[in-house]
């Protein structure tokens, strides 16, 4: 009887935490919001400020502060795609990084979503695309090389909600959210496969590895692309850093894990290229998993 009572208990607390993360994932368009009202143009020496805090992130204290310094920016250049992908990274860092708590880095990585949107409505034809009601991915078709950072962090922030905010039930409910995702990776590789070191080849690792057998997933797949991004990544920390957090140690091959986190916390902060902060952050995250 009191087994037949904790089974009951479980299971109406696995139905509860289902009813909490099976809603449908959604957020006002990026396009539709606006920026933090600026009432100046953006100096030199801001930009020159925004970019040092944007570097030197090492705690929560310090990633607000970059964020807050971007918005600012931001705000002031909202027809510039380039201020809103800076500050779409900085809050996925922020969320990844820095807060703990599954809806403080929803939050994080929304904003970051509707930055990578605001971004890309700055190509007319996106933003006529979407204001007819087309999703972004399809309307993604529109968009060229000066958006492949917003269609990049796009795709990061969806894998990040699966990873981080949702439960089984939230990731099978939203499983189209991925799907987009993956049309931003097509959409990137048609303009250029090779941008920032073949990124898109991780995210693919990513995408294989997250979704089922039945809607595209294929774990064969994905350690190939991880396996290819790390041969392509040669000045990036992410591969091998993402490889054994995300498929090596959920697979129990901890000795490759090792030798992966190893690497990465031997790298030279000054040789790589990509964000100085989410470097350092890899780096750091390696360590303590080492560690462990």
């Not at 992410?238 to 129990?252: H, Q, S, V």
Request: charged fraction near 25%; aromatic fraction near 10%.
């Amino acid at each position: 009887m009191k087994t037949s009572i904790a089974r009951l208990a479980l299971v109406a607390a696995l139905l509860l935490g289902a009813s909490a993360t099976a809603q449908a994932l959604s957020w006002a368009p990026g396009w539709t919001v606006p920026p933090v009202v600026r009432v100046s143009a953006v100096t030199a020496a801001e930009l020159t400020e925004a970019r040092r805090l944007g570097d030197a992130i090492d705690s929560p204290v310090s990633a607000r502060a970059a964020v807050v310094a971007w918005e600012a920016i931001a705000a002031g250049q909202p027809d510039q795609p380039e201020a809103w992908i800076e500050l779409a990274t900085l809050r996925l860092l922020e969320g990844a990084a820095y807060r703990n708590r599954s809806g403080e880095r929803l939050k994080c990585y929304i904003a970051a979503l509707q930055d990578c949107e605001r971004a890309m409505a700055t190509n007319p034809g996106f933003l006529r695309r979407v204001r007819q009601g087309e999703k972004p991915w399809t309307a993604a078709a529109a968009l060229g090389p000066r958006e492949m950072g917003a269609m990049n962090f796009w795709s990061t922030g969806v894998f990040y909600i699966f990873r981080d905010c949702l439960g089984l039930f939230g990731r099978i409910t939203n499983v189209r959210a991925m799907e987009g995702a993956r049309d931003m990776l097509v959409r990137m590789d048609a303009i250029d496969p090779t941008w920032e070191e073949y990124v898109t080849t991780f995210s693919w690792g990513i995408y294989y590895h997250s979704m089922p057998a039945s809607r595209g997933g294929d774990q064969v797949r994905a350690r190939e692309s991880f396996d290819l991004a790390v041969t392509r990544g040669v000045h990036r920390t992410l591969p091998r850093w993402g490889r054994a957090k995300f498929y090596y140690l959920p697979r129990g091959e901890t000795a490759a894990a090792r030798a992966d986190l190893a690497a990465v916390v031997a790298r030279d902060l000054d040789e790589l290229e990509g964000n100085r902060s989410w470097n350092r952050y890899f780096q750091a995250e390696a360590a303590r998993l080492l560690a462990q």
